[in-house]
């Protein structure tokens, strides 16, 4: 059961990193700072076991170093209840593992070549893992086009060296289509793998907006499309200037 149980709980914490949104193919610009709040509630069952995930929320910190560097700060808080035949058997309420790292623009957009960042981020454990585990990566290289006014594509390939050494890739692929400058629908399918197997594969839906100048909100649904998975999530955008 211990086992079966960690191999959900590595699918949540890659679920609550990437599947929630796209990372962007720029970075904030300089001297300026983005709060994002986000927050996500996901039920996963496998045969007789049922895991309750909950960020509280996780805390994503951009701040625009230079005009193309980007420092990325993100450092959540997670409660987790498992259950095994609709019995409560193990629960935690800790901070998950720390991200620290950055994000360089390489490029704007040229006709079909897309716009695009490189993001580097060490993986940092703290709570319980803090002093039997070291440091993990993750490298990911974020491009996005632009298509006409309103219509963009956003994705993501990367690696992820997790900080109990298990190594894997993953993608994200996001379609966002903007109503207005205030309000925006987007679909995002997510996935992760080895060189051997693909492990998991989500997809979500969403619509956001900015509630003033600088805030902004986005809403959405997900689903498991490779396990009995459901989430829904939030993120609160706060821009500020140093």
């Known amino acids: 059961m211990r086992t079966?149980?960690?191999?959900?709980?590595?699918?949540?914490?890659?679920?609550?990193?990437?599947?929630?949104?796209?990372?962007?193919?720029?970075?904030?610009?300089?001297?300026?700072?983005?709060?994002?709040?986000?927050?996500?509630?996901?039920?996963?069952?496998?045969?007789?076991?049922?895991?309750?995930?909950?960020?509280?929320?996780?805390?994503?910190v951009r701040y625009g170093l230079l005009s193309k560097v980007e420092f990325q700060f993100n450092l959540p808080v997670v409660r987790e209840r498992l259950f095994v035949n609709n019995k409560l058997v193990e629960e935690s309420n800790d901070f998950g593992d720390m991200q620290i790292g950055m994000s360089v623009d390489l490029w704007k957009q040229k006709r079909i070549?897309?716009?695009?960042?490189?993001?580097?981020?060490?993986?940092?454990?703290?709570?319980?893992?803090?002093?039997?585990?070291?440091a993990g990566t993750i490298i990911s290289l974020n491009l996005m086009n632009r298509l006409g006014n309103q219509f963009f594509i956003g994705y993501n390939l990367g690696l992820v060296r997790q900080p109990d050494g298990f190594s894997s890739g993953f993608y994200i692929l996001n379609l966002t289509y903007e109503f207005s400058q205030k309000f925006h629908l987007f679909m995002e399918q997510f996935g992760d793998f080895t060189f051997d197997d693909f492990l998991s594969h989500n997809l979500n839906i969403g619509f956001g907006g900015t509630l003033c100048k600088n805030v902004a909100l986005d809403l959405s649904l997900g689903k498991g499309l490779s396990a009995k998975m459901n989430y829904v999530g939030m993120i609160l955008t706060w821009v500020l200037k140093s």
């Open 113 to 134: 070549l897309p716009e695009a960042a490189l993001m580097v981020r060490a993986i940092v454990p703290v709570g319980n893992a803090r002093d039997t585990m070291a």
């Open 4 to 60: 079966n149980y960690l191999l959900i709980v590595f699918i949540f914490i890659v679920c609550a990193c990437y599947c929630q949104t796209v990372e962007p193919s720029s970075g904030v610009e300089r001297n300026t700072i983005q709060l994002e709040f986000e927050s996500q509630y996901a039920i996963e069952k496998e045969n007789n076991q049922k895991l309750n995930y909950w960020s509280l929320p996780s805390l994503l």
